[in-house]
């Protein structure tokens, strides 16, 4: 009831309305709580965590409340309704994710593999909202009139995608009408759509919004016949085939908007690009807050939070991620400058003509700048660095396990989700995991530390363990699984004890057996199930 996220049951505790927790903060929850939730009285139970319950006792904001401006607007119908090309319609900003192969940088390395890639990650650049929206406004037959007031109310646009280097391009539809009562419920709620008289608003912010204003270019046209005798020669892909022939479907197509990019160190670039997450254009990531909160904390709040609507947006969880990596990125540029054990002890303006200059020192020490990068080269190559300095230090590790998620088998992953998320009971389990990974992967790895804790360490199922060391990764499909090394107290090791030593050791932890189907049914189906490969023609497959 405090900070409104997901927690396991041990880490939270019951707590009514009617209780006295000696705090001056207590009430001002209490009434947020009565205000934002129906049908609650004094005696009504609800949860706290560990980590805000003893803050309110000290009579302090916990940093993760949500009256530290942690508070989510609730969707207006109009915006829940949008299709995702809609909510682009939408947006006053849009971010552009690009991916690209982080490799290393010295100068030993040839130049294919060289840093230069990286010239960036995501750009900021200015939908033309307004432009859009007069463009759609062109469809309306009747003009000056309210969507409301017209015999039929339903308009639809075809919107046909850029073909693809497959020749392959996108089809969907959207409902003009559905956008225009979205954007006149954001000039209604959302003070960026509704004018900038606000006393916290920046200078900055103010360029930002009229630079996204004054955009030239159009985000779509209407297609030609031309343009759509072209759109046949293509393959068609429908994303939307609940075309209503009753309604009247106009024809348009979408264009690479070029305008110049936004200050992406402007602090109110989420509420911009996401006003579907944010409907009033409040509780950002730079919202005023009474109490500090760290980015790690937010991006939890944002991420673990009750309503899954930030967690279940794809684009959302890239921007947080790159803003991440530039934090991470920030961070290295700074250990570089004020490193003492290099001769880079210079300025920022030194080093940025060394880089103009392409200076051999520079680029032989600019790979540590991406060792806090997480998935970078460098990052990888420092993590197997521990693993080799343990190994040389240890000795050869005993065993080697691998635990993988079988979230399409698993039982409690698939309530978990349908718990955390107000999807339709039709819905599989495949299509649960896939609007919503992060609940998966969260989910996993609670299940695997408390199993490795358990039964591996507490348990000592394989043996008394010393050290371990794993590593989490994902499948292509994003099934996420661990790697994991033991090493275990008085175990054999190949070389030193005789092969009958080490071949009990084995036969002890380790069995390659059916079990009996009328003695034990259920670990025999999961034997049977799990344990037992067949060959497919990938197997059969003969390399040239």
């Keep these: 009831c405090c900070c409104q996220r997901l927690f396991q049951r ?40 560990s980590y805000c319950k003893p803050l309110l006792r000290k ?40 991916v690209v192969r982080l490799g290393t940088c010295t100068s030993k390395v040839p130049i294919y593999n060289s840093l230069k890639a990286c010239q960036g990650t995501m750009f900021f650049l200015p939908l033309p909202f307004h432009k859009t929206v007069q463009t759609m406004a062109s469809v309306d037959p009747i003009r000056g009139v309210s969507f409301t007031a017209r015999p039929d109310p339903e308009l639809y646009i075809i919107v046909n995608g850029r073909p693809t280097k497959a020749k392959v391009i996108w089809r969907s539809l959207i409902n003009v009408v559905s956008i225009q009562k979205a954007v006149d419920k954001l000039k209604e709620i959302n003070w960026i759509y509704r004018g900038l ?71 109110y670039l989420d509420v911009m690009c996401f006003p579907v997450l944010f409907p009033t254009g409040e509780f950002g990531e730079y919202h005023p807050r009474s109490e500090k909160l760290s980015n790690s904390e937010y991006v939890k709040s944002r991420l673990f939070h009750k309503d899954s609507r930030f967690r279940k947006h794809p684009q959302y969880v890239f921007y947080l991620l790159w803003q991440k990596e530039l934090r991470e990125l920030s961070a290295g540029v700074y250990n570089l400058l004020k490193s003492t054990k290099s001769k880079l002890l210079i300025s920022v303006s030194t080093l940025l003509n060394k880089v103009q200059t392409s200076d051999e020192d520079l680029e032989a020490n600019l790979s540590t700048i991406l060792q806090s990068v997480r998935g970078s080269k460098q990052y990888w190559f420092m993590r197997q660095s521990e693993l080799r300095c343990m190994i040389r230090e240890l000795g050869s590790p005993t065993l080697f396990l691998t635990f993988s998620c079988s979230e399409y088998e698993s039982v409690d992953i698939a309530e978990f989700l349908r718990k955390v998320n107000d999807v339709p009971p ?31 360490q507490k348990g000592s199922t394989l043996g008394v363990v010393e050290h371990f060391y794993w590593k989490k990764e994902y499948q292509t499909r994003g099934a996420p699984h661990y790697h994991v090394l033991l090493w275990i107290q008085d175990a054999p090791v190949i070389g030193k004890d005789e092969p009958e030593v080490i071949l009990e050791w084995v036969q002890e932890r380790i069995c390659c057996h059916i079990p009996d189907q009328t003695a034990n049914p259920d670990l025999h189906q999961l034997v049977t199930r799990y344990q037992m490969h067949k060959c497919s023609a990938y197997c059969r497959r003969r390399k040239r």
């Design 10 to 49: 041990k880490n939270i505790s019951r707590i009514r309305l009617s209780d006295s927790i000696g705090s001056q903060i207590w009430p001002a929850l209490k009434e947020w709580i009565v205000l934002h939730r129906h049908g609650v009285d004094e005696q009504t139970l609800f949860h706290m965590c």
């Design 59 to 98: 009579d302090k904001m916990p940093p993760r409340c949500v009256l530290n401006g942690l508070n989510v607007a609730p969707m207006p119908p109009e915006l829940a309704k949008l299709d995702p090309l809609s909510c682009q319609l939408i947006q006053l900003a849009k971010c552009y994710q690009t």
């Design 197 to 267: 008289h606000v006393n916290f608003v920046d200078d900055i912010m103010k360029q930002v919004v009229t630079v996204a204003t004054k955009a030239t270019s159009k985000m779509l046209v209407k297609a030609t016949e031309q343009d759509i005798t072209s759109f046949q020669s293509y393959t068609i892909r429908n994303l939307d085939n609940n075309i209503s022939t009753d309604s009247d479907i106009e024809q348009f197509k979408v264009l690479c908007v070029k305008e110049d990019p936004l200050d992406n160190r402007q602090k």
């Design 426 to 456: 039709s819905y599989n389990i495949g299509k649960l995991c896939t609007e919503d990974p992060i609940s998966v992967s969260r989910k996993f790895s609670l299940k695997f530390h408390d199993f490795f804790n358990i039964v591996i």
